[in-house]
Nanobody, 115 residues
Framework: QVQLVESGGGLVQAGGSLRLSCAAS????????MGWYRQAPGKQRELVAV???????NYADSVKGRFTISRDNAKNTVYLQMNSLQPEDTAVYYC?????????WGQGTQVTVSS
């Protein structure tokens, strides 16, 4: 089992920045990828960014150049630095972790960007 605890959401004006954190605990040795999805009202959940154990990183086209995913292995934490936020980035952001046969989710954190 893996437990994920997110923090860092909030309300920000367009052009501003936020940093999300996702701390993992439990069977962290089994995690092979961690990342973030988001879900806006009335829309499907979409992948935002993922970092794989070997170090590979992928971003959604909509956030490339604005968002940065990173990890601190000593703290078992993954971060999502979000810059130049726009109203269309408003969503609930969910951290996730993949193991060999399961996917675990955080509780979600609301990010609201005002125009």
């Amino acid at each position: 089992q893996v437990q994920l605890v997110e923090s860092g959401g909030g309300l920000v004006q367009a052009g501003g920045s936020l940093r999300l954190s996702c701390a993992a605990s439990g069977s962290i040795f089994s995690i092979n990828a961690m990342g973030w999805y988001r879900q806006a009202p009335g829309k499907q959940r979409e992948l935002v960014a993922v970092i794989i154990s070997g170090g590979s990183i992928n971003y959604a086209d909509s956030v490339k150049g604005r968002f940065t995913i990173s990890r601190d292995n000593a703290k078992n934490t993954v971060y999502l630095q979000m810059n130049s936020l726009q109203p269309e980035d408003t969503a609930v952001y969910y951290c996730y972790a993949n193991t060999g046969d399961s996917r675990y989710w955080g509780q979600g954190t609301q990010v609201t960007v005002s125009s």
